[in-house]
């Protein structure tokens, strides 16, 4: 038997348009978990894939996201957490900072889904020494938050490059 490893990050427009200093209407703020996840949810139910979803805290206090969510676990899927409010200056953020925004989502995942997260992938990638710190102190068995490409460094410059063209600053 052959297996193979399906991670999502379940970035909502909300999460996008926000990197990018842009605002989305109510209307498009939860598309990825409205049009998007269903979609792969059927998918993976068609070819046998379960998966793993890194989500959002913020997402799963919506009533609509959190239902999807129940729907991919109760299909075997897997859930674990990408920050409460996936910050893309992650790998900047102080230790209180990264404790407070993991804790956040782990406690939101617990108390809505049930379920215990035990791997964590950080907002764009964002690796730091003080992130395996805080992921060990409170229990998380691995971290996914290396890019696994050697082009990591290349995404990040046209991410710098769009975030100043649109008016912000890059991170």
């Not at 427009?13 to 989305?24: H, P």
């Not at 996201?65 to 897997?78: M, T």
Request: aromatic letters at 12%; glycine letters at 8%; one cysteine or more.
């Amino acid at each position: 038997m052959r297996e193979l490893f399906i991670h999502v990050d379940v970035d909502d427009m909300w999460a996008i348009a926000e990197c990018y200093g842009l605002s989305v209407s109510a209307e498009w703020r939860h598309w990825v978990y409205r049009d998007g996840l269903p979609r792969l949810l059927s998918l993976f139910e068609e070819v046998g894939i379960v998966a793993t979803f890194f989500v959002c805290g913020a997402d799963i206090e919506d009533d609509g996201c959190c239902g999807v969510l129940r729907e991919a676990l109760a299909q075997g899927h897997r859930i674990a957490n990408h920050s409460y409010s996936h910050r893309l200056d992650f790998r900047n953020l102080s230790l209180s900072e990264l404790r407070k925004e993991i804790l956040c989502a782990h406690r939101v995942i617990e108390e809505r889904l049930g379920v215990q997260p035990v791997g964590f992938r950080a907002p764009g990638y964002g690796w730091s020494q003080e992130l395996l710190e805080v992921l060990a102190e409170t229990g998380y068995l691995y971290d996914s938050s290396l890019m696994p490409s050697p082009f990591g460094w290349v995404f990040r410059r046209i991410d710098a490059k769009l975030v100043t063209r649109l008016g912000g600053q890059p991170r």
